[in-house]
């Protein structure tokens, strides 16, 4: 790596249906279970519902309906990945990724990670890029854009 960066990065692994996220472990508050999803009925595909979390309401995403495909269906193994956010754009400063099972902990490295082809049916606005390591393919998402959708919603839905 250049001079001055990390040889490593801790990261998580998330997976999703048919799908695998890969974010920096920095990026991750907290994992907690799918029991304190409360599911919405009028709100955009993606965002499934809401949670209780350290007093605060967050927002729960569905990453596979961001990508076009069908939000997953909650059962007892899933759990809700808490987000810092990037920016100060949300409120609370977090909110949730729906994941289909425990998040793994993994360190990445230069040599053990290499570029990827995208997924020609994936929302290229949402994902960044594709990536492959220990035979494993993963996707990192533009959690910039899905910040802005979600400020979009969270303010239309105050309206």
């Given at each position: 790596?250049?001079?001055?960066?990390?040889?490593?990065?801790?990261?998580?692994?998330?997976?999703?249906?048919?799908?695998?996220?890969?974010?920096?472990?920095?990026?991750?508050?907290?994992?907690?279970?799918?029991?304190?999803?409360?599911?919405?009925?009028?709100?955009?595909?993606?965002?499934?519902?809401?949670?209780?979390?350290?007093?605060?309401?967050?927002?729960?995403?569905s990453l596979e309906a961001f990508l076009g495909r069908e939000p997953p269906a909650v059962e007892r193994r899933c759990r809700l990945v808490?987000?810092n956010a990037l920016g100060n754009s949300l409120e609370s400063g977090q909110y949730a990724i729906f994941s289909q099972a425990y998040p793994?902990?993994?360190?990445?490295?230069?040599?053990?990670?290499?570029?990827?082809?995208?997924?020609?049916?994936?929302?290229?606005?949402?994902?960044?890029?594709?990536?492959?390591?220990?035979?494993?393919?993963?996707?990192?998402?533009?959690?910039?854009?899905?910040?802005?959708?979600?400020?979009?919603?969270?303010?239309?839905?105050?309206?």
């Open positions: 790596m250049s001079q001055g960066l990390p040889d490593h990065v801790y990261s998580v692994l998330i997976g999703i249906a048919e799908d695998t996220v890969v974010l920096p472990n920095s990026a991750v508050a907290e994992v907690a279970g799918q029991e304190t999803l409360k599911l919405r009925d009028q709100a955009p595909a993606w965002w499934l519902g809401d949670m209780e979390w350290r007093g605060r309401k967050l927002p729960v995403l808490i987000i793994l902990l993994v360190t990445l490295n230069e040599t053990a990670i290499r570029a990827a082809a995208r997924n020609a049916k994936e929302e290229e606005h949402y994902v960044l890029a594709r990536v492959e390591f220990a035979n494993r393919a993963a996707l990192i998402p533009n959690l910039t854009a899905l910040e802005e959708s979600l400020q979009q919603a969270l303010s239309t839905a105050r309206v």
